[in-house]
Nanobody
Framework: QVQYVESGGRSVQPGESLTLSCAASGFSIDNYAMTWYRQPPGKEREIVAVMSRAGDNVVYRDTVKGRFIMSRDSAQNTVYLQMNSLNPEDTALYYC?????????????WGQGTQVTDSQ
């Protein structure tokens, strides 16, 4: 069955860097586009970055362009999010998910997320 285990989140100071990991199981990340999401406190979940199925293209939300880098390790079936120059607006619970077809119920499966918090 599909599972995601996100990790790497912690309390950070502004300007720090952090790398998040999302280990997927139950499917191959090479077969789907993969997305990092985040949910800031009191707000809706939002897309942070989307990697194409081929892994050769990533689209970022405007507020993280130039600061965040999404990558993947197919052998580990894991996607990563390298976050640089963190600021308080990056505080959120971060999740990953595959870009399942709209009729695929696996789109409703989520991991526990990993929390990134501004320490100030």
């Amino acid at each position: 069955q599909v599972q995601y285990v996100e990790s790497g989140g912690r309390s950070v100071q502004p300007g720090e860097s952090l790398t998040l990991s999302c280990a997927a199981s139950g499917f191959s990340i090479d077969n789907y586009a993969m997305t990092w999401y985040r949910q800031p406190p009191g707000k809706e979940r939002e897309i942070v970055a989307v990697m194409s199925r081929a892994g050769d293209n990533v689209v970022y939300r405007d507020t993280v362009k130039g600061r965040f880098i999404m990558s993947r390790d197919s052998a580990q079936n894991t996607v990563y999010l390298q976050m640089n120059s963190l600021n308080p607006e990056d505080t959120a619970l971060y999740y990953c998910n595959a870009a399942w077809p709209k009729t695929d119920m696996r789109r409703n499966i989520w991991g526990q997320g990993t929390q990134v918090t501004d320490s100030q």
